[in-house]
């Protein structure tokens, strides 16, 4: 990352950029990058968590994580620059790109059969 302060974005460029870099599940909220996951019970609601936690430490950039039996909330923040910078949005793709991630239908991976994390706002 070079050196220097992050452009934060504003709140009409926030929505701007959820569209255009496909992130419609994700809102902006109260100052927040915000998306809910719905899971289909609570082992799946942690292995989740475990997921995202693990991205975060990683990229050395953390989301903020509400959970409950069923259901996780991720909240994503430059806390370091005061809002919504491009970190969050490279986070909230690589997040999706891993949550949501199932073998293809020619690959030698069969899935689970079970609901798993829901692909759908909400």
């Known amino acids: 990352m070079p050196e220097g302060k992050l452009t934060v974005y504003n709140d009409e460029e ?26 289909d019970g609570w082992p799946t609601t942690l292995m989740l968590v475990n997921a995202i936690g693990y991205l975060c430490e990683a990229a050395w950039h953390h989301a903020d994580l509400s959970v409950t039996w069923g259901k996780l909330w991720v909240k994503l923040k430059t806390h370091s620059e ?3 910078t491009d970190k969050d949005f490279a986070l909230a793709h690589k997040i999706e790109e891993v949550v949501l991630w199932r073998p293809q239908p020619a ?16």
Request: net charge positive; glycine share 12%.
């Open 107 to 122: 690959s030698p991976l069969e899935g689970t059969p079970n609901k798993f994390v829901h692909d759908k706002k909400g």
């Open 14 to 39: 926030v929505q701007a950029k959820i569209q255009s870099e496909r992130l419609d599940a994700w809102t902006l909220e109260d100052g927040w990058l915000r998306r809910k996951y719905n899971t």
């Open 82 to 84: 005061g809002g919504i």
